[in-house]
């Protein structure tokens, strides 16, 4: 990588993945029929969210939420990902190689509080079902929602203005998309204190958030083991087993690659990670809640049959 002063990049480099020939173009195709199905599938849960009366429950709505989310999480570095793959090493301008490491960042965040959400809303209908349609009333519902955006949002900022105000000498950032690691490696000054800073936010919010998440659990878990029969259990454990697959998928990647070892860095493996929660968890989102949940599937009929209806009107 050549040396520059930092007051001369205003262009960054994104390596991108280490491939060549057909399977470089291979990756491309398959990468972007990934992303247009990501795209597709989360667009149809909240078509079918907002369409179908069925679903107009808290907990339909917050997944129509989490879809919207999805959307935007994908599309912050999904597009870099694919120029990368079909023309290999790509320049980014600093600008949006900084707009770009904020939102995802944002948005990675955001989509953290709303999983708590989420684990606090089946906690409500599961161990208080006489007080949840009280408890969790539309007013609440949106309140919840939009706090889960503005901490998000709020949340990013402190790591994110510590990489923005670095000094730059090197400008080849080792990933397909600006992220907090590969960029503070280019910096002209040690950046240790930055990074400790960083590790220590995102380890403290994970770790308070999973605590919360596994605390709504404990207690859904306690209710359900004193249900009277193996049928209402069985109900009961199917409308979180979704949710606790999202979870799991989610944090499981975040954590490796920003609270994990240095070997994952050192070898590049974080940009495999990444793809996980980056990617591919928004692509298998609308897969786990639309496959394993039957309300959604007869909510899908039920629409299917009103426009065949209307298409058979003369």
């Not at 190689?97 to 509080?113: D, I, K, P, R, V």
Request: glycine fraction near 6%.
């Amino acid at each position: 990588m050549d040396h520059f002063n930092h007051t001369w990049i205003q262009t960054f480099i994104l390596a991108g993945f280490n491939i060549s020939g057909r399977l470089r173009h291979l990756a491309f195709l398959g990468t972007l029929c990934i992303y247009l199905l990501t795209l597709a599938g989360n667009l149809f849960i909240i078509v079918l969210v907002k369409a179908d009366s069925g679903l107009s429950t808290p907990m339909y709505f917050f997944i129509s939420v989490l879809s919207f989310l999805e959307l935007w999480y994908v599309s912050c570095t999904v597009p870099t990902l694919l120029h990368t793959l079909l023309h290999g090493s790509s320049p980014i301008p600093s600008a949006l190689c900084f707009t770009q490491l904020y939102f995802f960042h944002s948005l990675g965040m955001t989509e953290c509080f709303l999983l708590c959400v989420m684990a606090l809303d089946r906690y409500l209908a599961i161990c208080l079902p006489l007080r949840y349609h009280a408890l969790m009333s539309t007013q609440v519902q949106r309140w919840l929602a939009g706090a889960s955006w503005m901490g998000g949002f709020s949340a990013a900022l402190v790591s994110v203005s510590l990489t923005t105000s670095l000094p730059y000498c090197l400008r080849e950032v080792a990933h397909y998309f600006c992220d907090l690691e590969p960029l503070m490696r280019l910096s002209c000054v040690g950046t240790g204190w930055h990074a400790q800073v960083f590790t220590v936010m995102v380890g403290f919010f994970n770790t308070c958030i999973l605590v919360f998440i596994l605390g709504f659990y404990g207690g859904i878990l306690n209710a359900v083991l004193k249900l009277p029969s193996a049928a209402s259990r069985a109900k009961a454990f199917s409308t979180c087993s979704s949710h606790i697959i999202v979870v799991t998928l989610f944090f499981g990647s975040a954590w490796i690659v920003y609270v994990g070892p240095p070997v994952v860095h050192a070898e590049g493996r974080d940009k495999l990670m990444s793809l996980m929660y980056s990617f591919l968890t928004p692509f298998l989102n609308p897969i786990i809640y639309t496959l394993r949940n039957k309300e959604v599937k007869e909510a899908f009929k039920r629409i299917a049959e009103r426009i065949k209806g209307f298409l058979k009107r003369p």
